[in-house]
């Protein structure tokens, strides 16, 4: 029974990633870019995001509140940026961001798992 566990975990594996570029592409990456050594658009480059201090991007100008947050210690991890995804206006207030987050949980998780793995 553990045997087959770990094969489903296996073989969806690819379809979770999937799942998260797609959506990450839909809907963030008109202004993010998630590969390594791409140049930011109007938004930060999320390659490498996941443990990252936040507004930790030494190339990318950051709103006030953001900075802030980085200052203060906080540094990006899968479930911050799950919720961050939910609503990314009321966890940071004052966000330049123009974007009204991810409504669906599946498309916040899947796109956390995503960017966890760039």
């Not at 480059?45 to 210690?73: M, T």
């Not at 961050?84 to 669906?104: K, S, T």
Request: net charge neutral; aromatic share 6%; glycine share 14%.
């Amino acid at each position: 029974m553990r045997r087959l566990a770990v094969l489903l975990l296996m073989l969806g594996a690819p379809a979770v990633a999937q799942e998260g570029a797609a959506v990450f592409q839909s809907r963030c990456g008109h202004c993010h870019a998630a590969a390594a050594g791409a140049p930011p658009g109007p938004g930060p480059n999320l390659a490498g995001l996941v443990g990252r201090r936040v507004g930790g991007d030494p190339g990318f100008d950051y709103s006030p509140v953001l900075q802030a947050a980085g200052e203060a210690g906080q540094r990006w991890d899968e479930a911050m940026l799950a919720r961050f995804l939910a609503d990314p206006e009321a966890m940071f207030p004052g966000l330049w961001m123009g974007a009204n987050g991810l409504r669906a949980e599946a498309d916040r998780a899947a796109v956390a798992r995503f960017l966890a793995g760039r």
